[in-house]
Nanobody
Framework: QVQLVESGGDLVQPGGSLRLSCAAS????????MSWHRQAPGKERELVAA????????NYSDFVEGRFTISRDNAKNTVFLQMNSLKPEDTAVYYC?????????????WGQGTQVTVSS
């Protein structure tokens, strides 16, 4: 059974930091590209950051502005999102996603999300 379990969400003051984790099981983690997405109330879900299977390549949405870092530990089947200099507009539910494409099929899994609230 495929599972993606996010953790680390919390209430934090503006300017603070959080480290999100996403523990994967039920599939070969090292063969999947991983990404973090977020969804704020009343808004569409958006990509935050993505990382390749080996971790050599990362991509970030413009609003990250160098504040977040995505990483992965394939030995522990876990992907992380280090978030620094948090702003109130970063408040959202954060989801991790695992994607792998073959010639005939796309595998696409989502976690249940973890709440991040940035407020004084």
């Amino acid at each position: 059974q495929v599972q993606l379990v996010e953790s680390g969400g919390d209430l934090v003051q503006p300017g603070g930091s959080l480290r999100l984790s996403c523990a994967a099981s039920g599939f070969t983690f090292s063969t999947y590209a991983m990404s973090w997405h977020r969804q704020a109330p009343g808004k569409e879900r958006e990509l935050v950051a993505a990382i390749s299977t080996t971790g050599e390549t990362t991509n970030y949405s413009d609003f990250v502005e160098g504040r977040f870092t995505i990483s992965r530990d394939n030995a522990k089947n876990t992907v992380f999102l280090q978030m620094n200099s948090l702003k109130p507009e970063d408040t959202a539910v954060y989801y991790c996603r695992a994607v792998r494409s073959t010639w005939t099929r796309k595998y696409d899994y989502w976690g249940q999300g973890t709440q991040v609230t940035v407020s004084s």
